[in-house]
């Protein structure tokens, strides 16, 4: 259903751009996976479309789809063997937009990208990364579920207002499921991510900021799944 790597391995998956199509249809097609990114449909097309142009995203998309949609498919492991082939043969390419637009990760930090459906889905990412969220999110659009580490073991609790600055961009509003570990950033932080309209949808939040008491109530009208 997904395929994992590390940005540090130069392997992943980004929209591509044959050279020969229109931007505008490859524009189109992608603005309709983003406004329904539960829905098929529009990945399909847009794999069809891909195909047309000679682009083995497209089979990508669809083998990623039908692993989705039925994970005990009997020909699921022809599936896997068809996927990682082409993650072997075009995986770099795919990766190196998205991955450019990240700062160097440690090996103790290693960043992780996961793809669901033919685009990124999951992200794992340190708190360096976050002055680099804009361009990530226009190379990976349908990030769904994000999670945040501090850059060392020995990171120092965020401040409110980078905080604040952080959820305040509009694709917080997208994910599905938010996992931070913020140390000991504690219940001022809990008031500030209960408060964030951005994750309002979400429908996963696990926090990692030694949240006690108030602070717990803060998020029990919130999530579906919440972890403290």
């Not at 075009?90 to 990766?95: E, L, T, Y």
Request: charged share 20%.
């Amino acid at each position: 259903m997904s395929k994992p790597w590390s940005t540090r391995s130069s392997h992943g998956c980004a929209t591509s751009e044959p050279a020969e199509a229109s931007v505008s249809d490859d524009q189109r097609l992608l603005a309709a996976i983003i406004e329904s990114p539960d829905d098929d449909a529009p990945r399909l097309v847009y794999a069809d479309w891909l195909q047309a142009q000679g682009d083995p995203l497209g089979e990508l998309i669809q083998l990623q789809c039908r692993l989705a949609a039925s994970p005990d498919d009997e020909r699921r492991r022809a599936i896997k063997i068809a996927e990682n082939k082409l993650f072997a043969a075009h995986g770099a390419s795919w990766i190196a937009p998205v991955r450019d637009t990240l700062p160097a990760a440690s090996e103790l930090m290693p960043h992780k990208l996961e793809f669901v459906r033919g685009f990124i889905d999951e992200a794992q990412l340190t708190l360096g990364c976050v002055p680099h969220f804009e361009a990530l999110w226009a190379k990976a659009p349908l990030i769904r579920r994000l999670r945040l580490s501090p850059n060392t073991f020995y990171q120092t609790p965020i401040k409110q207002p980078k905080l604040d600055g952080l959820l305040a961009a509009p694709q917080f509003a997208r994910l599905d499921a938010l996992d931070l570990q913020l140390g000991g950033a504690g219940n001022a932080a809990a008031r500030v991510l209960a408060a964030a309209p951005t994750l309002a949808n979400l429908r996963e939040l696990c926090l990692h900021l030694s949240v006690w008491g108030e602070g717990i109530g803060m998020f029990e009208a919130g999530a579906t799944e919440l972890s403290l």
